[in-house]
């Protein structure tokens, strides 16, 4: 008959959506720049070479690894002497370290260019996709020593000069 009606179980559906809310790291100028970063002994490395001014979404490039893996990270950066910070986002709340997740930062280190850093991946990872964020800055207020010496604060705040570089951390079995 072309008036019959069919009832269904009512069922609730829950989605969970997750919204990233990275910051974007200023510079006020274009001059110094992260000019490589690259890795090697990961199970797929990253190679990015150029000039990343200010800040430079390259999520879409995979560094793959494992939990408890230790691989080198190569860096250069273009004007002197500079500070390089490293964070991976493991709680994926959009906040790089800081006192409730002191294990993000994976480095912070002042020096001549190039750097070269080993980096360990914590054990017990879950597997997934990881914010890997790298930046280079020359601290233009202690032009004796160019260090940038706010912590992890300086994943997201301003600095005279340098640039970000954001790319996706892979944890694979």
Not at 78 to 96: C, E, H, L, M, P
Not at 119 to 124: D, L, Q, T
Not at 141 to 152: K, R, W
């Amino acid at each position: 008959p072309s008036n019959s009606t069919s009832t269904s179980d009512i069922i609730t559906v829950e989605i969970n959506t997750v919204t990233e809310c990275y910051c974007e790291p200023v510079v006020s100028d274009n001059v110094d720049s992260v000019t490589l970063v690259a890795s090697e002994g990961a199970v797929f490395n990253i190679d990015y070479s150029g000039w990343a001014s200010g800040y430079l979404d390259q999520t879409s490039t995979i560094l793959q690894t494992y939990s408890g893996q230790e691989f080198t990270l190569y860096t250069e950066y273009n004007g002197g002497g500079q500070t390089f910070g490293v964070w991976a986002d493991w709680n994926a709340d959009g906040v790089f370290g800081g006192i409730n997740n002191p294990d993000e930062r994976l480095v912070l280190s002042n020096g001549a260019s190039p750097q070269v850093f080993t980096i360990a991946i914590p054990m017990g990872l879950a597997n997934g996709e990881y914010r890997f964020r790298v930046r280079g800055a020359y601290d233009e207020e202690d032009e004796e020593n160019s260090i940038v010496t706010q912590g992890d604060d300086f994943s997201c705040n301003f600095q005279y000069f340098g640039s970000t570089i954001d790319f996706t951390l892979q944890i694979v079995n």
